[in-house]
């Protein structure tokens, strides 16, 4: 897979927006889940979405902060309040498979 940000394996630079990663996994964390299978992939999985999510809520919210353009704060606002949405819909999935903090945790 090319290493263009365009797919998972998101190149060091790529969708840096600055300098941050903002949830996108490295080639280790990509290969980690690689070997897992059944409940510890979807779990993986479901928690590194969860991790990708908050981390497109990072520019969201700085220009919801700091913005000066009108419509760019609002499609910030907009795409913020989806992402919430998103993350919440994948954290009960995350909590279905028993993944961290639910009441059928299979991680400890």
């Not at 902060?65 to 309040?81: F, I, P, R």
């Amino acid at each position: 897979m090319p290493d263009d940000g365009s797919g998972p394996r998101a190149g060091a630079t790529a969708h840096s927006h600055e300098g941050g990663n903002h949830g996108m996994l490295t080639d280790e964390q990509i290969d980690a889940m690689a070997r897992l299978d059944g409940s510890e992939f979807d779990i993986a999985l479901l928690a590194a979405l969860v991790e990708h999510h908050y981390g497109g809520l990072q520019p969201a919210d700085k220009e919801i902060e700091g913005g000066t353009d009108a419509e760019a704060v609002a499609l910030a606002q907009s795409e913020a309040d989806a992402i919430r949405v998103e993350v919440e819909d994948v954290r009960d999935l995350l909590a279905a498979v028993g993944g961290p903090g639910s009441t059928n945790d299979q991680t400890s």
